[in-house]
């Protein structure tokens, strides 16, 4: 297995990436997608298996680790080729890829990823991290040539290899996973629905935020797929997104400028546009998104969600305004609901206007 080196990282260009939010987002793709991944370490020694096992629900997406130092272990529990890993001490593109490689075909995960290397060979300290993954019988890669010369200390070198492990990781899983949504959709009971009803549920279920959210379709009704762009506004903070979604919950999204997102929303002239009032409302370890949508002046409709880590989670017991689990009923999508609505005479600055209120009250 010959390999060659994608990139190479230098030392101090991942301080400003929090690699446990990397793997916080590897666990979310993985969780989301069904998929696992494994570790085969060398010059870290269990570093990269600790960050892995570091967050709460981790056996739902890693399988485990193995520590092979030297040549034997690395010939016999990883099946690297023995004459390429004695000609080069083991430290080479091609035998951190068979290290990859092979933890994943042993431990039968998705994904496998490793570390090998020197962390204090004079003027000269350097890693080799590989990432190796299959998906539907197709094998893809990375492998990246990481400098340790300005780490400092040996520790510190191996630390910063395990970081470079998990970034180059979240890179390849993300090419080769799309991001799923798995939630719940419910209608509220008739009690509740509605403005009046709106505002009864956000005065005792104590909201985290509550923000404004206008967003435009851009897909026709007959595709199969939906865009959207979208600006949200939650006080002083504005965000923009273009959001793709397809069949199977599968979904694309993109952090745009918020001034651009405007601009696009105005652009469309109100039409397949969605105003809507977004609360944030606790739900044991989760967060139910309530949305009061407007349908046409003075008239709103509400809509319940509850996005879930994977497909066939449990729900807590659910609030007694919960009503019809509307959850896959293409009636009840935003996009379809977009097709009914009438909000031709309202901006973006007069609807954010108009509920200034209820985001000064709640937020």
């Not at 890179?171 to 949504?181: A, R, T, V």
């Amino acid at each position: 297995m010959n390999s060659v080196v994608n990139r190479k990282i230098s030392t101090g260009s991942l301080d400003e990436i929090d690699h446990l939010v990397l793997v916080e987002k590897i666990k979310t793709l993985l969780v989301g997608n069904g998929n696992r991944i494994c570790c085969a370490e060398s010059l870290t020694s269990g570093k990269l298996q600790d960050y892995f096992a570091y967050l709460s629900g981790s056996s739902q997406f890693f399988d485990g680790g193995v520590t092979a130092y030297s040549l034997k272990q690395k010939v016999d529990i990883l099946s690297v080729d023995e004459d390429t890993a004695s000609k080069c001490d083991c430290v080479s593109a091609t035998t951190a890829l068979e290290m990859a490689k092979g933890v994943a075909i042993m431990m039968g995960s998705d994904f496998g990823v490793s570390t090998t290397g020197y962390a204090e060979s004079l003027n000269n300290s350097f890693a080799y991290v590989a990432v190796y993954g299959k998906k539907d019988g197709v094998e893809n890669h990375i492998v990246c040539e990481v400098d340790l010369n300005k780490c400092g200390s040996r520790e510190l070198a191996r630390e910063y290899a395990a970081k470079a492990a998990v970034f180059v990781c979240h890179e390849l899983i993300s090419e080769m996973l799309y991001s799923k949504e798995h939630e719940y959709k419910f209608l509220l009971n008739p009690d509740w629905d509605g403005l009046d009803g709106f505002l009864k549920i956000l005065n005792t279920a104590k909201p985290t935020s509550i923000s404004v959210i206008v967003q435009a379709y851009l897909s026709s009704p007959e595709d199969k797929f939906s865009s959207r762009i979208r600006y949200k506004e939650t006080r002083s903070v504005q965000k923009g997104f273009v959001t793709i979604k397809g069949s199977g919950n599968v979904e694309l999204e993109s952090e745009v400028d918020p001034s651009f997102a405007r601009s696009a929303i105005t652009f469309c002239g109100g039409k397949k546009t969605l105003f809507k009032l977004r609360a944030n409302i606790p739900l044991g370890e989760l967060v139910l998104e309530l949305d009061l949508i407007r349908i046409s002046s003075g008239v709103y409709f509400v809509l319940a969600e509850i996005e879930v880590p994977y497909e066939g989670y449990v729900l807590p017991i659910l609030p007694e305004w919960i009503g019809t689990d509307v959850t896959g009923n293409d009636k009840f999508s935003n996009k379809s609901i977009s097709l009914t609505v009438d909000n031709s005479d309202v901006s973006i600055s007069s609807f954010i206007l108009s509920k200034q209120e209820l985001l000064n009250e709640f937020d």
